[in-house]
């Protein structure tokens, strides 16, 4: 496989919530103020540290929704329910406090803005977040490099950035956005609720022979079968990147 | 200490059990790969161990399964934070494997099928401390989580217990592996919390 070098050491920094916006009613975007941030590539990831008044701490792996932008580092958390950490994140965690992050976190899940391939990303659920940050840093650098994004949520409901992806269709000349729902359907979409298929990923996808750079995040069932759709269309293994939410996180 | 987040309480803390710093306790058993999952045949499938004087030990599916297995029951550390605790496997000790094998060689790049590599020190290998391993929980294991064998080395981070794993290189020089070249440790202690490079 292709190497991809991100050297140097993490440090912990401490980050503080700048602001926080409702994607849906059960995730939420932190904007994160990280003095010292060294910036990030967009698909990259940070630990987030949290510490107990009485000294117990835990972390968590999240994903980067947006490029580097100076100090900000914006986060999207899907609360899990019995989670540990997301409700806390989602739920109290306040403009003004403090969370200890490290990152970026790293090289491989990554698109580079100077990549000239065509680019497929594949959602599921929550997997949105580090592709988002691919769509956004395309835009912000200016490439004309073709990108086609799948995105596939449980009901209309689920769907986070859904305005801005929709304006983004529209103005980013060269993105095109195709959502699929597995359970519920908006007013008027033309079948009933389905798990995606060979023919969702064939019509809206890239033929093989263009060989394009596909990156593919969601929960692992969702993973395993688009990575094997997308093999058994004929893309390249080498050339498709995943990555997995286990059934836990929280 | 850390920086405390107001607010934050954490879960009760469990009594009586040890983690490893930053790491919490999972029941169930999260997917962690870089790419699709291959699909290895099984009557194609070999595992070769190449020393570093380019001699080569091969062994069919057929030629693994008449081996000696053992049943090792482990606890296993993800670097994305997960823990699992009394893991059940059987497999093969590369002890078994390494028993006729003439090497002078200090580390190791194993191979797997796909492509993955990951290093580490040859000793971390041996003494009963990894497996080539083919049963998880009672079952063959699933290709998901590395089937038909990948090797396992539970005191190291789990990505150096290579899913798919097709063969290990003997060398004088520590070749960082796949993850190894994007930014994490070389080595991968969880008690000592070795994650990224620098750790």
């Known amino acids: ?250 | 200490m850390g920086i405390v987040s107001p607010g934050f309480h954490g879960r009760p803390r469990a009594s009586g059990v040890t983690l490893p710093p930053g790491q919490y306790l999972t029941e169930d058993f999260p997917v962690l790969s870089a790419g699709p999952t291959p699909r290895v045949p099984m009557d194609r499938w070999e595992f070769v161990i190449t020393t570093e004087t380019s001699r080569e030990h091969r062994w069919t599916w057929a030629d693994l399964m008449a081996l000696p297995s053992d049943t090792p029951t482990v606890d296993i550390h993800c670097v994305t934070k997960w823990s699992k605790l009394g893991t059940s496997w059987q497999g093969v000790s590369l002890d078994t494997l390494m028993s006729d094998v003439d090497t002078a060689a200090d580390y190791a790049l194993v191979h797997s099928y796909g492509g993955y590599t990951t290093n580490l020190p040859l000793a971390d290998l041996l003494d009963g401390q990894a497996w080539v391993a083919y049963r998880f929980d009672g079952e063959d294991l699933h290709p998901e989580h590395g089937g038909p064998a990948r090797l396992l080395v539970p005191h190291l981070y789990f990505w150096k217990s290579a899913k798919w794993v097709r063969g290990i290189q003997l060398r004088f020089d520590d070749e960082p592996g796949f993850w190894e070249t994007a930014g994490y440790h070389d080595y991968g202690d969880p008690w000592r919390e070795q994650r990224y490079q620098g750790d």
């Not at chain 1, 008044?53 to 999240?62: A, E, I, L, M």
């Not at chain 1, 992806?165 to 908006?186: I, K």
């Not at chain 1, 389905?194 to 993973?223: E, S």
């Not at chain 1, 395993?224 to 990555?243: K, S």
């Open chain 1, 1 to 250: 496989m292709a190497r991809a070098a991100v050297p140097g050491r993490l440090t912990w920094r401490v980050g503080r919530l700048a602001e926080a916006r409702a994607e849906t009613p059960t995730a939420r975007t932190l904007v994160l103020d990280v003095p010292g941030w060294p910036g990030h590539l967009p698909g990259q990831h940070v630990d987030v540290r949290l510490t107990a008044d009485d000294g117990y701490s835990t972390q968590r792996s999240y994903s980067i929704a947006a490029p580097a932008d100076g100090e900000r580092v914006e986060l999207t958390i899907q609360a899990v329910p019995e989670g540990e950490v997301s409700p806390y994140l989602t739920e109290v965690f306040s403009p003004g406090d403090p969370v200890e992050v490290r990152g970026p976190v790293g090289g491989w899940f990554v698109w580079r803005p100077a990549a000239m391939d065509p680019v497929l990303l594949v959602a599921g659920g929550s997997g949105i977040v580090p592709l988002m940050a691919m769509i956004r840093a395309r835009r912000a650098a200016g490439s004309r490099v073709p990108f086609r994004l799948i995105y596939s949520v449980r009901t209309p409901g689920d769907v986070y950035y859904g305005d801005e992806l929709r304006r983004r269709a529209r103005d980013d000349a060269g993105l095109d956005v195709t959502f699929a729902y597995t359970r519920e359907v908006p007013e008027g979409w033309p079948h009933p609720p389905r798990r995606i298929g060979v023919a969702d990923v064939n019509t809206n996808g890239w033929p093989p022979a263009l060989t394009p750079d596909c990156y593919v995040c969601g929960p692992t069932g969702f993973v395993e079968a688009v990575a094997d759709i997308l093999v058994a269309l004929g893309h390249e293994p080498r050339r498709l990147r995943t990555e997995r939410f286990g059934p836990t996180g929280g």
